[in-house]
């Protein structure tokens, strides 16, 4: 059985960058997963206060029409319709005991909610 080659674009910082706390700990979470390779999609999904909120899991690789963005030594994985939304974001790590994870600062969000997770377009 071979292996199909993925259809994928490579995108750049334009998109998405990810800041030094953030690459810091996604290298950490993916060599501890042992997939030093992978990266982190992250995917703009409805719901939340404000309509619109970020998904984000580790993965192995990109999939078919995906977007990977290599940045400070890591991989983001986007889909092309969450790449509207999250154009010209960075990518953040906060270890605060309430909002910690990862942040994301969208410059297209016109309404956050409180919590930081979930926003409008």
């Given amino acids: 059985m071979s292996a199909t080659a993925v259809n994928f674009k490579i995108g750049n910082e334009k998109l998405v960058r990810v800041m030094d ?3 810091a700990h ?3 979470l993916l060599e501890k997963q042992g997939r030093p390779e992978g990266g982190l999609r992250i995917a703009v999904i409805g719901g939340g206060c404000s309509g619109l909120q ?4 580790l ?8 977007i990977m963005v290599p ?5 983001v994985v986007i889909d092309p319709k969450s ?8 990518l953040d790590w906060s ?11 969208n410059p297209n969000a016109v309404v956050t909610c409180s919590c930081g997770e979930s926003f409008a377009a």
């Fill in 95 to 105: 270890d605060d005991l309430q909002q910690g994870g990862f942040k994301v600062s």
């Fill in 83 to 90: 790449a509207l939304f999250v154009s010209g974001s960075e």
């Fill in 71 to 75: 940045s400070n030594g890591v991989n």
């Fill in 26 to 28: 996604l290298r950490g």
């Fill in 54 to 57: 970020y998904k984000m899991d």
């Fill in 21 to 23: 706390a953030a690459s």
């Fill in 59 to 66: 993965v192995d690789g990109p999939r078919d029409r995906d």
